[in-house]
């Protein structure tokens, strides 16, 4: 014969949450919640207390990588023309939720669920007061299935410490989602993961020991922070206790796999254009957390890489089922999220045109070099040197031991950015043609100092500016390597690395690489 916790094993409903919770309900906790929009049910099951009917989770179309925008759903958009409708189980943690209409519903499927589940009864004797108590800690919980209207954006991740996931109900309710229907979670994976990262760059950010101004904070000193100061932490994170581990037997001890910088990358890659127009679309200057000319530089880079590594077989740095880009330009790609690539490209040539704080200079007579740590090489891509490689028949011209090879060639520019980056071991010294320093530039006369800043007259490729480059870069070499000990630098043209081609073109007075 059925027991009580067999008759409460599943939930009860689904009910409309304002006409079964009471006034005395404000936050509760949901599972297995699911969404649709627009009243569009495929496969569904008719209840028989409800005119309207729930639709096969299975089917649900409606997830948070749809229903969610920076600023508000355009108005074509299904999300602004119809309600966004959504189902959870809710367990009724206090008889005094249930409103008194709830609590006959739920009095009423109760008995008949009893007489369902044990036929040789005519009548049930079971009452809700009874089955709660009059303590709060006696008694059972029964779960109901809730419907409700969302008429707020979800938000998580947000404050400290992060929330969890949480949607507000136009009942003015508050649910903590502590699990998502699979559906909706397969296709709510790029909002969570947006989120998660947005959550990790501020968390760098707030636990910076050097507290990093915000023109240095780049992608690269994302990448390092990260497994400089957070992988560490990862590694005392268990999925499971050791001391319970008994299956099998090891013989030597266990550590997490290594994680390339490549990997990285590629995480912050996926969903580089969504952190950009999340700052971008802003008008609140906190929410702007990474230098915007760099991050511009490295969503184009992104890009790139992108489409060239899909025609190679190989997906790096996609958001989840996408499978490539297929807006080169980047006001284009930033449409996807919301708004017309006309408004994004007014927020770009905004971004592009604000001056940002210059770096403070130690000498401002010669180019420095940074005090930084001993470099640290990927043991995957990183080999010992071989003197069998020498060329014993150029040996005249062989430099010092401490000589680096890159100071006698020219320099080189990724195609699709605008930053050179001294390749010298353990140098972070970088030229950003899109935003000049006073250091960069001190080898320069004023009036190419000027048509350099004036970016929209000119092109990478234009032997002006390829001339006075190699003039900066050949500066900073100076101070690696004094001119005597060294060949001239060759005076020939940038070399761009292995990319697809890639066109660079003003569209309404912005810089646009696609």
């Given at each position: 014969?059925?027991?009580?916790?067999?008759?409460?094993?599943?939930?009860?409903?689904?009910?409309?949450?304002?006409?079964?919770?009471?006034?005395?309900?404000?936050?509760?906790?949901?599972?297995?919640?699911?969404?649709?929009?627009?009243?569009?049910?495929?496969?569904?099951?008719?209840?028989?207390?409800?005119?309207?009917?729930?639709?096969?989770?299975?089917?649900?179309?409606?997830?948070?990588?749809?229903?969610?925008?920076?600023?508000?759903?355009?108005?074509?958009?299904?999300?602004?023309?119809?309600?966004?409708?959504?189902?959870?189980?809710?367990?009724?943690?206090?008889?005094?939720?249930?409103?008194?209409?709830?609590?006959?519903?739920?009095?009423?499927?109760?008995?008949?669920?009893?007489?369902?589940?044990?036929?040789?009864?005519?009548?049930?004797?079971?009452?809700?007061?009874?089955?709660?108590?009059?303590?709060?800690?006696?008694?059972?919980?029964?779960?109901?299935?809730?419907?409700?209207?969302?008429?707020?954006?979800?938000?998580?991740?947000?404050?400290?410490?992060?929330?969890?996931?949480?949607?507000?109900?136009?009942?003015?309710?508050?649910?903590?989602?502590?699990?998502?229907?699979?559906?909706?979670?397969?296709?709510?994976?790029?909002?969570?993961?947006?989120?998660?990262?947005?959550?990790?760059?501020?968390?760098?950010?707030?636990?910076?020991?050097?507290?990093?101004?915000?023109?240095?904070?780049?992608?690269?000193?994302?990448?390092?922070?990260?497994?400089?100061?957070?992988?560490?932490?990862?590694?005392?994170?268990?999925?499971?206790?050791?001391?319970?581990?008994?299956?099998?037997?090891?013989?030597?001890?266990?550590?997490?796999?290594?994680?390339?910088?490549?990997?990285?990358?590629?995480?912050?890659?996926?969903?580089?254009?969504?952190?950009?127009?999340?700052?971008?679309?802003?008008?609140?200057?906190?929410?702007?957390?990474?230098?915007?000319?760099?991050?511009?530089?490295?969503?184009?880079?992104?890009?790139?890489?992108?489409?060239?590594?899909?025609?190679?077989?190989?997906?790096?740095?996609?958001?989840?089922?996408?499978?490539?880009?297929?807006?080169?330009?980047?006001?284009?790609?930033?449409?996807?999220?919301?708004?017309?690539?006309?408004?994004?490209?007014?927020?770009?040539?905004?971004?592009?045109?604000?001056?940002?704080?210059?770096?403070?200079?130690?000498?401002?007579?010669?180019?420095s070099v940074q005090k930084i740590p001993e470099p640290?090489?990927?043991?995957?891509?990183?080999?010992?040197?071989?003197?069998?490689?020498?060329?014993?028949?150029?040996?005249?011209?062989?430099?010092?031991?401490?000589?680096?090879?890159?100071?006698?060639?020219?320099?080189?520019?990724?195609?699709?950015?605008?930053?050179?980056?001294?390749?010298?071991?353990?140098?972070?010294?970088?030229?950003?043609?899109?935003?000049?320093?006073?250091?960069?530039?001190?080898?320069?006369?004023?009036?190419?100092?000027?048509?350099?800043?004036?970016?929209?007259?000119?092109?990478?490729?234009?032997?002006?500016?390829?001339?006075?480059?190699?003039?900066?870069?050949?500066?900073?070499?100076?101070?690696?390597?004094?001119?005597?000990?060294?060949?001239?630098?060759?005076?020939?043209?940038?070399?761009?690395?292995?990319?697809?081609?890639?066109?660079?073109?003003?569209?309404?007075?912005?810089?646009?690489?696609?």
């Amino acid at each position: 014969m059925p027991g009580i916790l067999d008759l409460l094993d599943r939930p009860f409903g689904p009910y409309p949450e304002g006409d079964i919770l009471s006034e005395k309900f404000h936050q509760g906790d949901l599972t297995s919640f699911s969404m649709e929009c627009g009243h569009k049910p495929i496969g569904c099951v008719t209840l028989h207390r409800f005119k309207y009917a729930l639709k096969l989770i299975s089917n649900l179309e409606a997830r948070f990588d749809e229903t969610e925008y920076l600023i508000s759903a355009p108005r074509s958009s299904r999300i602004a023309k119809d309600a966004t409708e959504f189902w959870g189980v809710l367990i009724i943690n206090d008889f005094q939720w249930l409103s008194f209409q709830g609590k006959e519903w739920l009095q009423q499927d109760l008995r008949q669920r009893d007489l369902e589940m044990n036929p040789q009864r005519t009548t049930s004797g079971l009452s809700l007061s009874t089955l709660y108590g009059s303590h709060k800690s006696e008694g059972s919980r029964l779960s109901v299935w809730v419907h409700g209207e969302k008429n707020m954006p979800a938000q998580f991740m947000t404050g400290t410490p992060p929330r969890p996931l949480v949607v507000r109900s136009g009942k003015r309710h508050s649910y903590n989602l502590r699990s998502l229907d699979v559906g909706t979670f397969h296709r709510s994976q790029n909002f969570l993961a947006r989120y998660r990262l947005w959550a990790l760059v501020n968390e760098i950010i707030e636990t910076d020991p050097e507290q990093t101004p915000i023109e240095d904070r780049t992608i690269d000193w994302l990448i390092t922070s990260y497994i400089d100061r957070f992988r560490p932490r990862d590694l005392d994170h268990h999925f499971f206790s050791p001391s319970s581990d008994t299956g099998g037997t090891k013989h030597r001890r266990r550590h997490l796999r290594h994680l390339p910088q490549a990997e990285v990358m590629g995480l912050f890659a996926a969903h580089a254009d969504w952190l950009l127009a999340q700052q971008l679309a802003s008008h609140h200057g906190n929410l702007k957390i990474v230098n915007i000319r760099k991050w511009m530089t490295f969503c184009e880079q992104a890009a790139t890489v992108q489409q060239d590594a899909w025609k190679r077989g190989v997906p790096w740095g996609l958001p989840h089922g996408n499978s490539t880009n297929n807006h080169r330009e980047l006001s284009g790609r930033l449409s996807h999220f919301e708004n017309k690539k006309e408004f994004w490209e007014l927020k770009i040539n905004k971004a592009l045109k604000k001056n940002y704080p210059a770096l403070e200079l130690r000498n401002n007579n010669r180019p420095s070099v940074q005090k930084i740590p001993e470099p640290k090489y990927d043991s995957d891509f990183s080999e010992a040197s071989s003197s069998s490689f020498t060329d014993s028949s150029k040996e005249e011209l062989a430099p010092p031991a401490d000589f680096h090879p890159s100071v006698v060639q020219p320099p080189t520019i990724p195609l699709g950015s605008f930053e050179w980056r001294c390749p010298v071991p353990g140098c972070c010294y970088t030229i950003d043609l899109l935003s000049l320093t006073a250091e960069n530039t001190d080898i320069l006369p004023p009036v190419e100092v000027e048509h350099l800043k004036d970016y929209k007259s000119w092109r990478l490729m234009d032997e002006r500016v390829q001339g006075n480059l190699q003039l900066m870069v050949q500066a900073h070499n100076d101070v690696h390597h004094p001119p005597q000990t060294r060949r001239q630098l060759p005076k020939r043209g940038i070399l761009p690395t292995h990319l697809p081609p890639i066109k660079v073109e003003d569209v309404d007075g912005v810089v646009i690489i696609g």
